[in-house]
């Protein structure tokens, strides 16, 4: 399967993931207040942002015309190396500045993030490998992190408030 035929999933994921970042970040701003107040949850809500940005990004990029996928992977890997380190560092600082009965959810909100981008960086490096392959990879990350962010999405906007 050629990287062309892909478009249409490529650019589903880019809507879906702009609307999608439009509702978390609407649900973040509803309960701003209740999100700083709880230590290291500020940073689980820009982790939520930074996959979904992520996703954007990448089916963004995969969406230019005429590519090699070369060229597809060396954009997944640079943006998902950049997405990794800067969601690493924040990610931890999370769980360190969350409170001990809470510490084990943001472990596996990192977790989620963490896997999200891993798949997606997989599917980046067989791209660079020259196997299309790597599109079902980057497929998959792309969609557990927009299952990641929907979850994030509920906490914030429903859970908080319990």
């Known amino acids: 399967m050629s990287p062309d035929s892909w478009e249409s999933f490529f650019l589903g994921q880019l809507g879906a993931t702009a609307a999608l970042g439009g509702l978390l970040f609407v649900a973040i701003s509803i309960n701003v207040a209740k999100i700083v107040e709880v230590a290291g949850l500020a940073d689980r809500a820009v982790l939520s942002l930074l996959i979904l940005l992520a996703v954007l990004v990448v089916a963004a990029l ?5 590519q090699s996928p070369l060229a597809m992977g060396l954009e997944v890997v640079i943006v998902m190396l950049l997405v990794i380190v800067g969601g690493t560092v924040l990610g931890l600082r999370g769980v360190r500045n969350t409170e001990a009965v809470h510490r084990g959810n943001a472990v596996v909100g990192l977790a989620g993030f963490e896997l999200a981008c891993l798949i997606c960086l997989v599917g ?3 791209l660079v490998a020259g196997s299309v392959a790597g599109l079902y990879w980057l ?3 792309m969609c557990v992190g927009v299952v990641k962010a929907v979850s994030d999405a509920w906490v914030f ?3 908080i408030n319990r």
């Open 62 to 66: 995969m969406l230019m015309p005429d």
């Open 124 to 126: 980046g490096v067989f």
């Open 139 to 141: 497929a998959v990350g």
């Open 157 to 159: 906007l429903v859970e």
